[in-house]
């Protein structure tokens, strides 16, 4: 079992920035893959960015690249998201999860934490 909470969200102007974080309890942060995703109303939610458990891997959609990264800590057993040069198209509910390396699907997700950008 993995908890994950998620704080940080907020109201922000549009070029403004915001930092993300999901703290994580239960299993060993330091094995697990950690991502964050977002849902936008009315669309699917979708891939944002992932660090691998080594912290030296990092993928992220292309709609952020250059714009947002993601960094972990594993001593605070927490995983961030900058999030810089935000646009009104990145307003969404965010989401962080995690997953075992290897396994191919996100098991464990948090509640969730809302990013609004206005123009």
């Known amino acids: 079992q993995v908890q994950l909470v998620e704080s940080g969200g907020g109201l922000v102007q549009a070029g403004g920035s915001l930092r993300l974080s999901c703290a994580a309890s239960g299993r060993t942060f330091s094995l697990l893959n950690m991502g964050w995703f977002r849902q936008a109303p009315g669309k699917e939610r979708e891939f944002v960015a992932q660090v691998a458990w080594t912290g030296g891997s990092t993928t992220y959609a292309d709609s952020v690249k250059g714009r947002f990264t993601i960094s972990r800590d594993n001593a605070k057993n927490t995983v961030y998201l900058q999030m810089n040069s935000l646009k009104p198209e990145d307003t969404a509910v965010y989401y962080c999860?995690?997953?075992?390396?290897?396994?191919?699907?996100?098991?464990?997700w948090g509640q969730g934490t809302q990013v609004s950008v206005s123009s």
């Open positions: 999860a995690s997953t075992l390396p290897g396994m191919a699907k996100y098991d464990y």
